[in-house]
């Protein structure tokens, strides 16, 4: 009996402490975090994106103005001396204002590159944490299915064995169990009680001999129920 509840605790300890399960939450927390800077970097190309189509647009329309403004100076449309020179001006200021957003353009574009290329950089860890914890789950749910199977097959042999003991001392072995650390009874084995290490008296073993084989022997010490076995040294 004691040794069923024996495998049983084990198996229960074992279903409570899966590695792979421990493992799960590690992978699922650094899901979270990944899943998180996606999102952040995904509204950042976004914004990106939308930031270079206005400084494409504004290159754009400076261009335009230079191009008309140099067509009309091209063209000579300007006759008076003045106006011409205030035009001149104009496009000197035109040219600069182009290269000024020309570099805030490939700023832009270079701020854009960099954030694409970390979005796909953490999708790709993304893709890979959802494999990793697909196959983890698996494999878990895996090593759980035996162990609770192995739960029922132990727990069936400890129903029958349990059901040839009589009420009174089931009662006593699961006190002493709960009370003991999960250990209600304890092999007496030369000599010495399993259960506390008790080296038991040569006067208190020619007692437990001198008992018939269906009474009830106590430790002295610990008071679990001594099992006699042939290695007990009666």
């Known amino acids: 009996m004691q040794e069923l509840d024996t495998q049983l605790d084990g198996l229960h300890h074992q ?113 890979k944490l959802d494999r990793d914890l697909e196959a983890l789950g698996h494999t878990r749910a895996h090593k759980a299915r035996e162990l609770e199977e192995r739960l029922a097959t132990v727990g069936a042999d400890r129903k029958t064995t349990a059901s040839g003991i009589s009420a009174d001392l089931l009662a006593l072995y699961e006190k002493l169990r709960e009370q003991k650390g999960g250990v209600g009874a304890s092999a007496l084995r030369r000599r010495e009680c399993g259960g506390c290490g008790l080296t038991i008296n040569p006067s208190d073993l020619a007692t437990i001999a001198a008992a018939p084989t269906d009474e009830v022997v106590r430790c002295e010490e610990c008071s679990r129920i001594l099992i006699r076995t042939g290695e007990s040294g009666l």
């Open 15 to 127: 279903l409570a402490t899966i590695p792979e399960a421990a493992q799960l939450a590690e992978l699922a927390g650094r899901r979270a975090e990944v899943d998180g800077e996606v999102r952040d970097l995904r509204v950042e190309v976004d914004d990106l994106t939308a930031e270079q189509k206005r400084a494409d647009a504004d290159v754009e329309q400076v261009k335009a103005r230079k191009a008309r403004d140099q067509g009309m100076v091209d063209a000579g449309s300007i006759t008076d001396p003045k106006a011409l020179q205030r035009m001149l001006g104009e496009l000197e200021s035109l040219e600069r204002r182009i290269s000024d957003l020309e570099d805030a353009e490939i700023e832009v574009m270079e701020r854009l590159e960099e954030a694409q290329a970390n979005l796909e950089q953490r999708t790709a860890e993304l893709e």
